[in-house]
């Protein structure tokens, strides 16, 4: 039997120094990787809460009279952000179909102009899906100039084939501060 040739110690740090650098690779790769793969997962359980990005086109083509449901308006500002953010109505009972408009106030305390970010999430996750937002400040920034108020409408309806086990839905916004958008430039090809 021949004898496998025994290891320098150079030799085991080369390989500990390549298996280090191939899983801090695989550390970047994963967590790069797992936003995406969150969404993904989200999307197939039902579970994230994620209203739309866009706005509904239409509204409910019927009204559910005979059942009600109960939205409740919540709202956070993220640290850092001087601003007052909150519903005019904390709860509101619905007909499922039936189109309603709710304000939230928002002022900028701070003594600079700044542009705020509305970013909705619903639970209970699966009653997510049936909120529609027709018209949402959440669709775009809202820049607020140093001590302005504004007030910001929220056009929604629930539909009306939410589960019957669904008897409350509550809309939480939060409030992020939000870079303002730099327009580009096109370079002159002519």
Not at 82 to 111: D, I, M, S
Request: hydrophobic letters at 35%; a negative charge.
């Amino acid at each position: 039997m021949a004898k496998s040739p025994q290891e320098t110690p150079s030799t085991k740090q080369q390989r500990s120094l390549w298996s280090l650098v191939a899983m801090a690779i695989g550390m970047f790769g994963f967590a790069f990787a797992l936003v995406p793969l969150y969404d993904v997962f989200c999307d197939i359980t039902g579970i994230n809460g994620k209203t739309a990005d866009t706005p509904s086109t239409a509204a409910a083509s019927r009204v559910d009279t005979s059942r009600e449901i109960t939205v409740e308006f919540v709202s956070y500002i993220t640290p850092g952000v001087r601003w007052t953010f909150e519903p005019a109505v904390k709860t509101l009972v619905v007909h499922p179909g039936q189109t309603h408009t709710v304000n939230y106030q928002a002022q900028n305390l701070g003594k600079t102009d700044s542009i705020g970010q509305a970013v909705p999430s619903v639970s209970p996750g699966p009653g997510a899906q049936y909120f529609n937002k027709i018209e949402c400040f959440c669709f775009n920034h809202q820049p607020l100039g140093a001590g302005e108020q504004a007030e910001l409408p929220l056009v929604f309806y629930v539909d009306p084939d939410l589960p019957e086990d669904i008897h409350t839905l509550t809309l939480a916004y939060t409030l992020y501060h939000a870079k303002p958008v730099q327009p580009t430039t096109l370079a002159n090809t002519q």
